[in-house]
């Protein structure tokens, strides 16, 4: 099996459908937000305040180079799209899965997910997040191989939108 490489906004819901995904295909399930803090040993909003969003960015193309050939369900962050590299990579994958869903049900989402520390949103108004929501919409539509929105469906509809289209 090809890997399925999930992308999209904060909140999203990589994590939560890429780990269904991956038990209903018995694949592994890696998240790169979480391989990140593994190997760098820091959390994200550590490593943000201490070396900044664009050495974020260089760090998190790294590991997507590892990851994306593995055959597993691979959710990424929200930003992958940012970076030029990264696009390239996507681009280059036959299997790129976005979940997009509307901008308030996103926000209500990492509002609620008091766990996850995502720097960009603590730092952003609403306003400033929805302008960066607004700027992504087309850099995962080209990046995208799958487009699933999400609103209307249940988890086991989403799954298999994805499952079929693959
Ligand atoms: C980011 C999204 C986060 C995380 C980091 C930056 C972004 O991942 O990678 O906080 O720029 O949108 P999630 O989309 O999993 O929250």
Redesign the pocket.
């Known amino acids: 099996m090809k890997s399925i490489v999930l992308i999209g906004?904060?909140?999203?819901g990589?994590?939560t459908v890429g780990q269904r995904l991956a038990s209903e295909l018995k694949v592994p399930f890696i998240d790169?937000?979480d391989f990140?803090v593994s190997k760098e040993k820091m959390s994200?909003a550590d490593f943000?305040d201490r070396y900044g969003e664009t050495a974020?960015r260089k760090k998190?193309s790294e590991h997507l180079a590892d990851l994306l050939h593995q055959n597993a369900v691979i959710?990424t962050?929200?930003?992958i799209v940012?970076n030029e590299a990264n696009r390239q990579q996507l681009a280059a994958h036959p299997c790129v899965c976005w979940l997009t869903g509307d901008f308030e049900t996103i926000y209500q989402r990492i509002n609620s997910d008091k766990a996850?520390v995502?720097?960009?949103a603590e730092e952003k108004t609403p306003e400033e997040l929805y302008q960066l929501y607004n700027m992504r919409q087309k850099l995962y539509r080209e990046a995208a191989d799958i487009i699933v929105d999400t609103e209307a469906l249940s988890m086991s509809e989403i799954i298999e939108k994805i499952i079929t289209a693959r």
């Open positions: 906004f904060m909140g999203s990589k994590t790169c937000d990140f994200i943000f974020f998190e959710a962050g929200g930003g940012m996850n995502r720097p960009l």
